[in-house]
């Protein structure tokens, strides 16, 4: 019955398909309005320099070219600073020093694109070269260059944050039988998504409206945003208008607002025209937002029997040059405090120092909840040091340790309430899946043969769904989430939401929550997302927040109308409503199969026939603020072989046992496990953004920042468990990024695990084949 | 004191007359020498299935068909495409009906965002014209000029094994 | 990223387009397969005056064996990989030709383009080094033919002269008992390679090396010749101590610099080990085998 | 990146001094000049196109002579850009008289590049700078002894 309507549970082939299939899809890029101009951004070559001046004359003589906009023109709207996600400033443009190479210097807007290049290229900045900081461990130290000179506070130090019992902490680990320590760097590294970041602005100057198109994973937080930028220049909120229109991949780099954005709209304004703004791949990778770049060092306290105890945490996070961060008001550091991860620590305390350097601002997700991989990759990587430390299979370790299913809900010593888990479980099946006994005995035999084979668990725990709202803010609103359904009288059904799908499915997998909760065909149920001036507010997608928050919504929504209908179902069969049950998609009288009515006729009656004294039609909205987050897990479990010659790691096998919770739809969890999969396997071997000392980025394309292909992609092998979780509506807990949170992990402990016997503890990823080789020479082991 | 000057590079100088067949349908432009084959499918001809993912030939999100060859249309200037036919996405289902290709991508859940769809299906197609039963290997290394972000490649590979072997059934009943 | 203007020229035949080239003083340059010349222009690292775009002119995509194998300047990557007589004959270019970027690149990048642009992470090269092929091309003042040891001056630097356009590849025919290989590191698909080494062997009647090529990519300013690797394997068996003597002379011919790509070191190593894998396969092929 | 040297030069002193020191010949031995535009003795803008093979920038230089004691030393920055990239040089030369009709110069250069032709080119940096600054230097050479055609 469920597969006959596409309820939950059914792998049912997705609606936006047919528009993506045959290249109908509607991205910013393909929005063309008449009389549209074009805007181009020159960028700094420097990593810090007073601009002394900027010559705009030869651009502005280029035939084509309308305007040339510099710091110095945004200073009288009062444009040139906006603020961040977390209460620090930004330059829109930058009236007498730039802080990062590639940041923006100037606007250039012309009738073509090609042209609007042209004049980026015909400006002349005169530039008095700054010194730099690019390391954020020097920037903390006294006498370092200052990054920010318009802040009072005279140091590079951004906030001090910390959690945890630091007193009894400190006590666990001086009377601790084992302690372990290992500095790990999570280096810098990009989304990537393959369509870059754009607008399309459109200012009516008549009616005082503006309407953008925008590549944005969070429209309505955006529209707000603007209108806390650009109030004072009349921009009023219900008068803007963000359409979020198709996106091509988001991960969190489509959440924050970029000086692009803000020049596109003033634009806009200033010449009274559409204007479009699509960044190229280099600006993309080279000026927005970044994620990781955490300098960690973690201690771990047990007893000698493996009993872990204690976890000790300090991190410097690099935030580049101001704290443009996505992470909730509260949480400078995002979730990074799920540190402990799956396992029942007594005492715990983290620290983190957020430092300014000469390097562009962020401090995102990158398909993943709040600083979570860095927190789940520093845990799952310490496991194993401490498991190297005692001698014992990392496997057994960790099944020593998990917190019990039966301590579920769990109170984290830092302050976290998991849902719900079965930790053993997961990481049972996948050793079973990838035959782990036998592969331990087939490493065994080819290290005896001198040849390298590893073996690397991760068993993280993820958290995912922000609000609750008594915690988590963005700029003060709170992190609710919101969904309006309308059934039609003809009983077809339209669904708005706060969030917007980034290729997540949510035209299919939010249409199967409500087919389940009223009984309507998949097929009879639109839903539509991105547009503000339609859509209920909601706070976006990211960090894996639409299923937990905007499905939670969904299904509550669904359900009023399912109790109002309960109503007109008792009307139309004349009997109490106490009478009426739910069964197999329908109102029954009770124990009357016979007597029964389908949604499409109670749609029709809430318009047509509808009781006495109650309002027609058929209609909700609900606004849910989850009361906890829910705490998606997993198990996995990588076979690598390393070439002695080259130092090459090849990912053998990858077994990938996920669990969160009930599961929508099987085929696009799948699809997003994949996904995350293989963004967990790019930092872990190919991925890093670095700099010279003079602040020049490395990395800054596609021909440097190196994206896995098809090629050194692994065919993943996924199973699963299904753990409930007890607070959600429909006990669904969000999956888009657990993949990427756990998988690096696994990678680096089997490549570790490959070379344990050398002495290897750990190696910082990404693991290039110089650092393997390094360490098979130093060995003499290499070929 | 200036002692020469050397002339600012301006746009627009060379506008060339070309021909070009895109889906099987001619048309007859005038454009800049400088115009790249995908902003003039994009731009001038309006058709906004080929992407730009990356300017530096590595994403194949802007792969079209060039005299039935997959080739990266960021990478090749309009001009250059005079009096040659040019396949994009749009042109993949015929008369109402799906590609193969197409439909082995709804199928098989090969594609999230849909962004680099358009280019790996064309690349998909080229390769099942050459080779219509590719094993594994062969079909990963002809999509390895093409980069996805969503989907991890497992469920590309599906899709273009399902094509194949639609494909193959298709011919064996005709 | 857009490119800066440009006229652009079809060139009908090479003398047009060596007139072409030759009154564009200097600012002119040849269209091929653009794969690496387009991106470098929409970076604007590259602003041609004119671009004289040869891909209409007649016989330069040809591939016949005329006592040498001949190979026209604008075969495409993946015909001279696909090309029966190459299949068959001569592997190394089918090892060559299939690693080079990605296989849509392949489509459009040419063998003369690859050879002519002069970037020593390109992986012909090397190869041809080791073939000791040598290059045709035409001027106004007609036609020479340059030995591959002469032809690479520096990064992006040819002998070339500024009106001279690259024609054809001549490769001599290997004698029986000959066989080469090319084997090219890279972290990924489409990456510039970490390092890569082509060898090509002759075999005399008593399994010893008659005749070696070695040649090494992107690991110096140019493709490089390891005359002395050669050296060591000319004469000798190659066996496991000859082989690993030449692997070490290749890596000493190296002289990569730390990038991106690994630390100049290791590099070197990586020359070694493939050097020593390269040639094992030549051998193998040499001896008949695959 | 740093690079030096040192040239024998069949000139005299006070005559390579004068050259060193003159925006209008000096600059004849940079590469490829477009324009010159002297502002004062020791300030001088010269547009410059260098680079390698098909890759070539024009760099607009603001150079300035930070220090000049006659007869035998001199420092120089140039600093300049090209469209999304900046160069700054940073030279000191000093010159010594083996006798009346021949000099010694020591001459070293800090090169940075920032920007969009780091960021692409970085792998051919080295060379490609190590060249054009040997070049400047030979050329100065060569123009030197060449005989003086007032």
Known sequence: ?783 | ?174 | MIPASFEYAVARDIADAIQLLASSGGEGKVLAGGQSLIPLMKFRLAQPALLIDINRVAGLGEIRENGELQIGALVRENDLEANPIVRQRYPILVDTAAVVADPLVRNLATIGGNLAHADPANDHPATMLAVRASVVVQGPKGERVIPIDELFVDTFTTSLAPDEILTQIRIPKPAPKSGGAYLKFERKVGDFAIAGVAVMLTLDANGKVARAGIGLTNVGPTAIRAGRAEDVLTGQTPDDKTIAEAASRAAAAAEPVSDLRGPAEYKKDVVRVLTQRAIVKAVARAKGGA | ?150
């Open chain 1, 1 to 783: 019955m469920a597969t006959e309507i596409g309820g939950i549970g059914v792998s049912v082939k997705r609606k936006e398909d047919a528009r993506f299939i045959r290249g109908r899809g509607n991205y910013v890029d393909d929005v063309k309005l008449p009389g549209m101009l074009y805007m181009d951004i020159a960028r700094s070559p420097y990593a810090h320099a007073r601009i002394k001046s900027i010559d705009t004359s030869k651009a502005l003589a280029i035939p084509g070219v309308l305007a040339v906009i510099t710091g110095k023109d945004l200073v009288p709207l009062k444009l040139e600073w906006m603020p961040t996600l977390m209460s620090d400033k930004q330059m829109v443009l930058p009236t007498d020093t730039v802080l990062y190479q590639a940041q923006e210097v100037a606007a250039v807007v012309a009738t073509e694109r090609y042209i609007a290049a042209d004049g980026v290229a015909a400006i002349e900045v005169d530039y008095e070269p700054l010194p730099v900081v690019v390391d954020p461990i020097k920037a903390l130290l006294p006498g370092a260059t200052i990054v920010r000179e318009d802040r009072a506070q005279k140091n590079n130090l951004i906030w001090h944050w910390e959690v945890g019992d630091k007193a009894g902490t400190d006590k666990a680990f001086a009377d601790a039988e084992v302690v372990v320590k290992q500095d790990i760097y999570i280096p810098r590294i990009h989304v990537a998504s393959i369509e870059t970041c754009g607008m399309v602005a459109s200012f009516d100057k008549i009616n005082g409206k503006l309407t953008v198109w925008m590549t944005t994973q969070a429209p309505h937080a955006i529209r707000t945003v603007i209108a806390l930028v650009a109030g004072h220049l009349g921009l009023s909120e219900e008068r803007i208008r963000v359409i979020s229109p198709d996106i091509g991949g988001g991960f969190g780099g489509k959440v924050p607002v970029y000086p692009g954005y803000v020049l596109a709209i003033g634009a806009s304004v200033l010449t009274g025209h559409p204007v479009k703004w699509i960044e190229d791949r280099s600006e993309n990778i080279q000026a927005d937002s970044f994620a990781r770049d955490y300098h960690i060092t973690a201690e771990l306290a047990a007893k000698k029997d493996g009993t872990m105890q204690a976890l000790r945490v300090k991190t410097i996070a690099d935030h580049g040059a101001f704290d443009a961060a996505a992470n909730p008001s509260k949480f400078p550091a995002g979730l990074f405090h799920v540190v402990t991860g799956s396992y029942p620590f007594e005492k715990s305390f983290v620290e983190v120092d957020g430092a300014y350097t000469n390097k562009p601002p962020g401090g995102i997700a990158y398909r993943c909840s709040f600083r979570v991989t860095e927190a789940a990759f520093t845990i799952e990587r310490l496991v194993d040091v401490l498991a190297l430390e005692l001698k014992k299979d990392p496997a057994e370790l960790r099944m020593q340790n998990f917190i019990p299913p039966e301590a579920f809900p769990y109170k984290s010593v830092l302050g976290w309430e998991y849902d719900s888990g079965n930790y053993g479980r997961a990481l049972k099946l996948a050793m079973d899946k990838i035959g782990y006994a036998e592969l331990r005995k087939e490493q065994a035999a080819k290290r005896a043969k001198g040849e390298l084979m590893g073996i690397g668990i991760s068993s993280f725990t993820e958290i995912v769904g922000a609000g609750p709202s008594k915690h988590f803010d963005i700029l003060g609103i709170k992190m609710f989430d919101s969904a309006e359904i309308r059934v039609h009288p003809t009983g077809k059904a339209m669904v708005r939401l706060g969030v917007k799908s980034q290729g997540q499915g949510h035209e299919t997998t939010f249409a199967q929550i409500v087919a389940e909760e009223l009984g309507l065909p998949v097929g009879d149920i639109a839903v539509e997302e991105g547009d503000t001036d339609t859509a209920p507010y909601g706070l976006g997608t990211y960090a894996s927040r639409s299923t937990p928050v905007a499905g939670a919504a969904t299904a509550l929504a669904a359900r009023k109308i399912r109790e109002k209908a309960k109503l007109i179902a008792a009307h139309l069969l004349e009997a109490n409503p106490d009478d009426i049950e739910w069964k197999d998609y329908k109102f029954q009288v009770k124990g009357v199969p016979t007597k029964s009515k389908t949604m499409q006729e109670i749609a029709f009656a809430a318009y047509t026939n509808h009781p006495q004294g109650m309002e027609p039609g058929l209609e909700a909205v609900d606004y849910y603020d989850p009361p906890n987050l829910t705490y998606p897990f997993g198990s996995y479990i990588c076979v690598v072989d390393i070439d002695k010659g080259t130092g090459e790691v090849k990912i053998r096998r990858f077994v990938a046992v996920d669990d969160c919770g009930t599961i929508i739809n099987p085929m696009i969890v799948e699809g997003q496990i994949h996904g995350g999969l293989t963004m967990g396997l790019a930092p872990a071997l190919y991925e890093q953004i670095n700099y010279d000392d003079d602040g020049n980025i490395q990395g800054g394309n596609f021909m440097d920042y190196l994206l896995p292909t098809a090629m050194e992609t692994p065919n993943w092998e996924l199973g699963k468990t299904v753990t409930p979780s007890p607070h959600h509506p429909i006990g669904a807990k969000g999956v888009g990024e657990s993949a990427t949170v756990g998988a690096p992990a696994a990678i680096a402990n089997a490549v570790v695990d490959a070379l344990a016997h050398l002495g290897v503890r750990h190696i910082d990823i990404p693991i290039t084949p110089w650092k393997v080789q390094k360490i098979l020479k130093d060995n003499g082991v290499a070929e």
């Open chain 2, 1 to 174: 004191m200036a002692v020469q000057t050397a002339p600012a590079k301006t746009s627009g100088t060379t506008r060339m007359k070309i021909h070009v067949t895109v889906n099987g349908e001619a048309h007859d432009l005038e454009v800049e020498a400088r115009i790249l084959l995908v902003h003039l499918l994009r731009e001038n001809l309006g058709m906004t299935g080929t992407h730009i993912g990356c300017d530096t030939t590595n994403c194949g999100a802007c792969t079209v068909l060039l005299n039935g060859r997959p080739v990266k249309s960021c990478t090749v200037f309009a001009v250059q495409a005079d009096q040659m036919s040019v396949a994009t996405v749009e042109g993949l289902e015929k008369e109402g009906k799906l590609d193969p290709i197409q439909e082995g991508f709804h199928e098989e859940h090969g594609l999230q965002c849909g962004f680099c769809t358009p280019g790996m299906m064309i690349t998909a197609a080229a390769l099942l014209t050459a080779n219509p039963d590719p094993s594994e290997l062969q079909i990963r290394q002809a999509i390895s000029g093409n980069l996805c972000r969503c989907t991890g490649y497992v469920n590309i590979v599906k899709s273009i094994q399902y094509a194949a072997r639609k494909t193959r059934e298709t011919r064996k009943e005709a």
């Open chain 4, 1 to 150: 990146m740093r690079f030096e040297g040192t040239l024998d030069i069949a000139a005299p002193r006070d005559r390579v001094w004068s050259f060193l020191t003159d925006p209008k010949q000096v600059t004849t031995c940079a590469p490829d000049v477009q324009s010159l535009d002297v502002t004062d003795p020791r300030h001088f803008k010269v547009v410059v196109r260098a680079g390698v093979g098909p890759i070539k920038g024009t760099f607009s230089m603001n150079v300035e002579f930070t220090d000049l004691q006659e007869p035998d030393h001199a420092s120089v920055v140039a600093r300049g850009q090209a469209p999304g990239s900046a160069v700054e040089m940073r030279s000191e030369m000093d010159l010594t008289a083996i006798d009346g009709t021949r000099t010694t110069m020591k001459w070293s250069s800090d090169v940075t590049v920032s920007g969009m032709i780091q960021q692409v080119g970085a792998r051919l940096m080295q060379g490609a700078a190590d060249k054009i600054t040997q070049q400047v230097f030979s050329c100065m050479k060569e123009k030197l002894e060449a005989p003086v055609t007032a």
